[in-house]
């Protein structure tokens, strides 16, 4: 299973009244590890974004453990949770520095065509990615 780690220094906008990292830029980290991860495999989403695929986010979950605070660092890692060719879960660890876990979540997304936000099969359309997902899976 192939896990990437991204870190993300955390900014002074990313918190809340209280010092802490406001909730939803959780998810935003998230992202930055999924579009990370899918750059270590090879891939971009600009080059679907090219094809008119996108790739919506259809369930994402996010568990609170510990908080982060200004002038800390986020270590984000991210893997492949689940892919059967048409969804992809992407399974997320959120570290402090410390190695203390703050978040663990997922997202669930599918490809779909812009102009008309039918499924596509990735399996059919992006074989490559294909065949690299399944190598990267969890088992």
Request: proline residues 3%.
């Amino acid at each position: 299973m192939l896990v990437t780690t991204k870190e993300v220094e955390v900014r002074y906008a990313e918190t809340d009244q209280m010092g802490v990292v406001y909730h939803a830029n959780y998810l935003i980290w998230m992202e930055i590890g999924r579009t990370a991860l899918i750059e270590e495999l090879g891939f971009n989403y600009a080059e679907l974004e090219k094809d008119g695929i996108i790739s919506p986010v259809l369930d994402i979950q996010a568990s609170y453990k510990k908080p982060l605070r200004y002038g800390e660092k986020a270590i984000v890692k991210t893997w492949i949770e689940e892919y059967d060719g048409f969804r992809s879960t992407y399974g997320y660890e959120i570290l402090k520095e410390n190695g203390d876990l703050a978040v663990t979540g997922f997202s669930q997304h599918v490809c779909i065509r812009k102009e008309n936000f039918r499924p596509v099969s990735f399996r059919k359309l992006y074989p490559e990615w294909h065949e690299a997902y399944e190598k990267a899976k969890r088992k």
